[in-house]
């Protein structure tokens, strides 16, 4: 029993001795700093490490106890100084020095970063700069290579920050002729990009945000497979301080399982451990073709040369010696992950193919269009463009993992694939719809190419896992013959034809016709005007806003109110907020109406705080939020401008719409509840599947689906006590009269319409 332990506490004080003497070198520099008390102790503790040994001394329990509690001292002292020295200005995503020679090579690239968020300071003179970097550091260092030959007063401090085990900035170089002379010199001197002219500003922007800020807005996700805890907690923690998401395996026969739900962008691999090494294992990775560009990093001190080969020989990448210095491992691994995502984005663009079905990417697909709808010459064929609409696809996520939901789009590619004919075109459109276009010398010939397409998704289960999943296919066509048409006009009439065949009961196919709309009660399908109103609107900011007021049924609990977009035709007529939303989506700008929305919520919480009323405000979103990459931010800044963190905003989420990427999706709720914003998922079933994502995701409110309005009394206590239970708070669904609802759900409600607030039986 005691050799386990002391080999543990062996690689604890390995490690402490590793980091502490990293410790000592912040501290050399620093001009003042307040030696906490753990760092005090953790003076002590070197000292007692000292004393044992080359001795027979057997350390307690609790000594290596302490150690770990020391250890993790030590990286907050040092991940606080570094903050503090090294820390960008607060409000800027990142810090740029920018050494550029008196004739500017690039005229309006620091506007363009600075439009980007990021702080860009100028200097004509290497000394000037030399002295900056002594009071702060930036993220980048952008140098115009003419002044290549005066850069040593630089490269000498980049030097002194390596030798104090300081992360240098990135270095970036901006060059006019495409000289493999100044070239080679920029890489020898560790560039970590090289760009000439002439330059597209907007691309050159953003690659170099990628460099000095790789995935702003998601973490790097690293796996570690490591039998001994204290080692793998050690590489935790640093990696963990440098905001990368972290998993540890100590037993390597649980990894496969484990790579499925955690999806790494790098594993970090113990060499040797017991059940299956490291080269074992590595070889078992490789095997699965979703695991291939994963890169995996060895931790070992092996220093047998023809060792490491073998490892190498069976996928793996790059070598970290024991004992682990923290920056070495920090700087390996996200070079690593870069450097992988950069071959994928490379290889990924000529393929032009959707990775998960295998059909056309969606830009290809109006390319092509594009072309064919300027013909060469007069063509007898027929143009035709269908809109494959799965109507059914999102509740089936709700009830399925994201592996299932992929190996079943990708049953639907191969389906489609084997219908059409060589010169047809497939493509995935979005999470929920195909398109296809095809010419046909008749429209007869065309309608009976679409509904062999209906028949073979709607008619046949797909089998998954041993799960038998029926999708509905609503497809819509619309023909060339008699007018010209844009590309985009096309998809939108065959869209819109979808949408009737939806609305008419789903699975069956309709041709677009002039005039035809949705019918379905109370509500009438988008025409193309309201398409131009929708962008006109959002253009000229003339949206209106309709505030519904929600009843709480607790005393106390604040005024509830629902926030909704209204658009007023050139007729005078109010448009649904479901239509405009709708619209918005399929011309792709549901995210700028969320947006809009989301700003209003705040600048009235705004106003009704400074008059003293406490005010919540409940704002449905999308997944088009969540692909918003500048959202987060935005809404940050806005709530720090006003002051307004945790005062009343209530971000409500469909199941469905989520359950397409839940891991991201979790990631970007745990980032709204950390600003104070209440969360809500709607549509909920309350089956197993739905208190299954309700529990990984998180959140203080559901709202049901009108599905599950008439269920059994029973039934309805089992859910709102299990609810309750975690303190979730329940919303009642707006319905038109109060029979549409079974009274226990108004009893048992939170949050429901007023005039249901009379059949509450609460107080």
């Not at 007063?153 to 060059?175: C, N, T, V």
């Not at 084997?418 to 065309?446: C, F, T, V, W």
């Not at 497809?475 to 065949?501: K, Q």
């Not at 809404?635 to 469905?656: K, N, P, Y």
């Amino acid at each position: 029993m005691y050799g386990v332990h002391s080999h543990r506490m062996i690689g604890i004080a390995t490690n402490y001795f590793v980091f502490f003497r990293e410790f000592r070198t912040w501290l050399v520099p620093a001009v003042v700093l307040d030696l906490s008390e753990s760092v005090r102790r953790s003076i002590s503790m070197e000292a007692y490490l000292g004393t044992l040994l080359g001795t027979d001394r057997k350390p307690e329990m609790e000594v290596i106890s302490h150690l770990n509690e020391s250890l993790m001292s030590l990286h907050d002292a040092v991940d606080e100084l570094r903050q503090k020295k090294t820390g960008p200005d607060k409000g800027k995503d990142c810090l740029l020095h920018y050494l550029r020679h008196a004739q500017d090579i690039v005229p309006s690239l620091i506007q363009t970063l600075e439009a980007e968020n990021c702080q860009v300071l100028t200097f004509n003179q290497p000394d000037d700069l030399v002295g900056e970097l002594e009071k702060k550091l930036p993220d980048g260092l952008l140098i115009d290579c003419q002044l290549l030959a005066q850069l040593k007063p630089i490269f000498d401090e980049l030097e002194r920050l390596e030798q104090r085990d300081i992360e240098r900035p990135k270095l970036i170089f901006l060059s006019r002729p495409n000289d493999l002379g100044l070239r080679l010199q920029a890489l020898r001197i560790g560039a970590a990009g090289y760009f000439t002219s002439p330059f597209n500003i907007p691309d050159l922007t953003g690659k170099i945000l990628q460099l000095v800020k790789p995935d702003r807005e998601r973490t790097y996700r690293v796996l570690i497979v490591e039998d001994d805890p204290s080692q793998a907690d050690f590489a935790a923690a640093i990696l963990r301080k440098a905001n990368i998401e972290t998993l540890a395996v100590t037993d390597p026969l649980k990894v496969m399982d484990i790579l499925d739900q955690f999806r790494p962008d790098l594993i970090l691999m113990d060499l040797y451990m017991p059940g299956a090494n490291g080269i074992e294992l590595t070889s078992i990775i490789r095997e699965r073709e979703e695991f291939v560009r994963i890169p995996i990093v060895f931790l070992s001190g092996e220093q047998n040369a023809d060792k490491q080969l073998d490892a190498l020989s069976v996928g793996g990448d790059d070598f970290i010696s024991k004992p682990i210095r923290p920056r070495h491992l920090v700087t390996t691994v996200n070079n690593r992950i870069q450097r992988a995502r950069h071959i994928s984005s490379a290889q990924s663009t000529p393929n032009q193919r959707d990775p998960v079905t295998g059909l056309h990417t969606r830009r290809l697909f109006f390319t092509q269009l594009d072309r064919q709808l300027v013909p060469a010459s007069p063509s007898a064929q027929i143009l035709g463009v269908f809109y494959v609409g799965l109507g059914n696809l999102s509740e089936i996520r709700i009830s399925t993992n994201e592996t299932q939901i992929n190996r079943l789009l990708g049953q639907l590619g191969s389906r489609i694939a084997g219908l059409i004919e060589p010169q047809d075109m497939a493509a995935r459109n979005s999470d929920d719809s195909i398109l296809l276009l095809a010419n046909r010398p008749h429209k007869n010939n065309l309608e009976a190419l679409a509904e062999a397409v209906r028949k073979a998704i709607s008619d046949t289960p797909f089998e998954i896992d041993g799960l038998k999943l029926r999708l509905e296919a609503s497809i819509g066509i619309s023909f060339n013959s008699e007018h010209d048409h844009s590309s985009s006009e096309m998809v939108t009439r065959s869209s819109l034809a979808s949408a009737n065949a939806q609305a008419a009961g789903g699975n069956r196919t309709v041709v677009f016709s002039e005039g035809r709309h949705v019918q379905k009660k109370n509500a009438q399908t988008p025409d193309i005007p309201l398409e131009k109103l929708v962008r006109k609107s959002l253009e000229e900011n003339t949206f209106q806003l309709v505030i519904l007021p929600l009843a709480s049924t607790e005393q106390q609990a604040g005024i509830f109110h629902e926030l909704l977009p209204r658009i007023r035709s050139e007729q005078g007529e109010t448009v649904p907020a479901e239509q405009i939303l709708q619209t918005a989506k399929r011309i792709d700008r549901l995210s700028d109406v969320e947006r809009w929305l989301c700003g209003e919520a705040i600048s009235i919480l705004d106003e009704r705080r400074h008059e003293g009323r406490q005010t919540n405000i409940v704002i449905h979103q999308s997944a088009a939020t969540i692909e918003d990459m500048g959202r987060l931010q935005w809404i940050r800044d806005q709530l720090r401008s006003r002051q307004l963190v945790g005062t009343g905003i209530h971000m409500e989420f469909d199941l469905a719409d989520l359950a397409f990427d839940l891991k991201r999706s979790k990631a970007f709720i745990r980032a709204l509840r950390e600003m104070g914003i209440n969360i809500s998922l709607a549509r909920f079933l309350g089956n197993d599947a739905a208190f299954k994502v309700l529990n990984y995701l998180g959140a203080n409110f559901i709202r049901l689906s009108k599905k599950s309005l008439h269920s059994e009394e029973a039934a309805i206590a089992g859910i709102s006590s299990k609810l309750h239970e975690s303190h979730i708070k329940i919303i009642l669904p707006r319905v038109d009269k109060s029979d549409q609802i079974a009274p226990a759900w108004i009893h048992h409600a939170d949050i429901i319409q007023p005039d249901l607030q009379n059949n509450s039986g609460k107080s």
